[in-house]
């Protein structure tokens, strides 16, 4: 069965698993997911639920739904996707750990909130950087040799050798250290060289599947994954 982590403030306050087909996210008590927040519409959202995946839809809510910072329409949900919708952050497991227990459970307010606005403008820049690009995208934030990476190749590769794509620094770090796979409509990033040189939002990786405005760490460099519309 389906879970769906509800976080507020990066502190999981409910789990929610199901075995319904699609349930429903809104302010309301008549939810299957109630978020009391006044940015978050009586009925702003819907999941449904197939055999092997989960499609996240915006009801036409007043302040929109984003999925790993991207602001979508619908969107299928991966695993560890993540579903902001107003002040809260929704996890999808297609699998729920065992010990789980199945969840019961006036007008909307124009959200405004330091968050919202940069959710906003963040991903309106991330459209224009990878439409201009014309694929999905690496942007140096840290210790890089360029603002921003195209990923138009099968394999990018990160390193101190002269011959990758894109070169980094830091100690320790091999001539090939890790690389970016795209496979089919996702970007999988391996760790091929020393133990704990890449990195994915501050955690150590060895094979991760990439999700939009994920921070990679490869030695001391720093880059922003911007998924595109080649996804």
Known sequence: MPE???KYEDKVIERVVTQKKRI???RTADNDIVLDNKGVSRKHATIEFDADSALVIDNESLN?????SRKVSEEVLKEED????GKFDLVYHPDAPKEAKLAEFDGTMVLKTRRQKELLEK????????AVAGASILLGEANAERKQYT????????????????PVTGF?????Q???IKDKDQFVLVNVGRWSRTKVNGERVQRYRLKNDDLIEVGRSVFRFVQGSDK
């Open 64 to 68: 929109g739904v984003f999925v790993n």
């Open 123 to 130: 991903d309106k820049q991330a459209k224009e950087l990878t």
């Open 178 to 180: 890790s690389k970016i």
């Open 4 to 6: 769906i982590l509800v």
């Open 151 to 166: 990923l138009s190749k099968p394999v990018i590769t990160f390193g101190t050798g002269k011959f990758v794509n894109v």
């Open 24 to 26: 429903s996210i809104g």
């Open 172 to 176: 320790l770090v091999s001539r090939i």
């Open 82 to 85: 993540q579903v902001t919708i």
